[in-house]
């Protein structure tokens, strides 16, 4: 049975240096959802729009919220973008960086069906 399966795909195991450690590899910026990991290069926070967002929004069905880890502290994001998702039914739960990698094993752990966006580390 694949992690998928079981209800908990991709995990976050710990914090290295900027980054994020999934099985192997370390993200120092990361985009995860129910199904997969991947790497990301984010813009400014002031600058980030649902388009920088798309890796974490290509699941079916869309995620009930996107955890937005912002760096090593809470940065609010654009109001455009806040509204643009929330046009979609899709929540944006901002939090600084390790408080995503710790939610999103949180929330996985009770299958919610979410995806996160996080910032590396200063």
């Known amino acids: 049975m694949d992690r998928d399966q079981r209800g908990e ?3 976050i195991s710990g914090i290295v240096g ?4 999934i099985d192997d590899g370390v993200y120092e910026g990361l985009v995860i959802t ?8 984010p813009p400014p ?3 980030l729009t649902e388009a920088n967002l798309a890796p974490a929004l ?8 996107i955890v937005l ?12 973008l806040i509204a643009a998702l929330e046009a979609k039914g899709i929540g944006v739960e901002p939090m600084d960086s390790r408080a995503a990698a710790r939610a999103w ?5 009770e299958l919610r069906w979410v995806a996160a966006a996080i910032y590396p580390l200063d």
């Open 105 to 109: 094993g949180v929330l996985r752990a």
């Open 9 to 11: 795909g991709p995990l």
């Open 18 to 21: 900027r980054g994020f450690r």
């Open 69 to 80: 880890g912002t760096g090593n502290r809470l940065v609010r994001p654009p109001r455009a």
């Open 34 to 41: 129910p199904k997969r990991a991947d790497g990301w290069s």
């Open 45 to 47: 926070i002031a600058e």
């Open 58 to 65: 290509a699941i079916d069905p869309l995620p009930e919220f």
